[in-house]
């Protein structure tokens, strides 16, 4: 157990749709990441953030955006879904410090029908 | 433009035997490099990591080697267990400002250990 949650666990959605994804980081992680699994890809970064600020973008779509709350959780929001949004998304914490090595969550598998 | 290589998508060996996973990069600012490896239905588990100051780091059955020159990084497992059956990602990382690393990831290669 990494000690970063993530929920649902799973979700179903039609195109079209707009959907929440939350986090909660490790005790005492300031960092949040954001990543998504595509089949056959690795895992592509979408964002981060830290104590509640935007820090660094990745390959995230305009359709999807995100933040981090003052107790430090996390909600990756994605609207206007389409078919190939269909994925794993996976939310990591890290410290301030040593922030290199990152702590993963289980995931979220989203499938849009 | 794909900075982090795993050129093999699946590797299979026996119980007991060593395992070797590989791993290429070609963006030289990577200064630290780490392995995790995700079983299905879970999330990426970190296992190893070594900084770019060193060419070895080693922790029980896992042994990682860094050749700079080369920019090329390989997991050793040995003994290979069936336990270790499983998706192992090689991360670089590299500091991108501020209190920031950012790691990017390689597609990853499927280990299965057979008994």
């Known amino acids: 157990d990494s000690g970063v949650t993530q929920t649902p666990k799973h979700l179903i959605t039609a195109t079209g749709q707009r959907v929440t994804l939350r986090c909660s980081p490790r005790?005492?992680?300031?960092?949040v990441y954001w990543y998504q699994q595509s089949l056959d890809q690795g895992l592509q970064f979408l964002i981060q953030?830290?104590?509640?600020?935007?820090?660094a973008k990745g390959n995230i779509l305009e359709r999807f955006s995100a933040q981090q709350f003052p107790d430090l959780h996390s909600e990756l929001n994605l609207s206007s879904l389409e078919l190939g949004d269909s994925a794993l998304y996976f939310c990591?914490?890290?410290?301030?410090?040593?922030?290199?090595?990152?702590?993963f969550g289980p995931g979220t598998r989203l499938l849009v029908l | 433009d794909q900075q982090v290589k795993q050129n093999s998508p699946s590797l299979s060996v026996q119980e007991g035997r060593i395992s070797i996973l590989n791993c290429d990069y070609t963006?030289?600012?990577?200064?630290?490099f780490l392995w995790y490896k995700k079983y299905p239905a879970e999330g990426p588990t970190f296992l190893i990591s070594?900084?770019?100051?060193?060419d070895k780091n080693e922790d029980g059955r896992f042994t990682v080697f860094l050749n700079k020159s080369a920019k090329h990084l390989s997991l050793h497992i040995v003994p290979s267990q069936p336990g270790d059956s499983a998706v192992y990602f090689c991360?670089?990382?590299?500091?991108?400002?501020?209190?920031?690393?950012?790691?990017?990831f390689g597609k990853g290669t499927l280990l299965t250990v057979n008994p």
């Open positions: 953030y830290y104590n509640g600020e935007e820090r």
């Open positions: 005790s005492g992680d300031l960092s």
């Open positions: 991360a670089a990382s590299a500091y991108s400002g501020g209190s920031n690393y950012k790691l990017t």
């Open positions: 963006n030289s600012m990577f200064d630290y």
């Open positions: 070594i900084s770019s100051i060193k």
């Open positions: 990591a914490s890290s410290p301030l410090r040593g922030g290199e090595t990152q702590y």
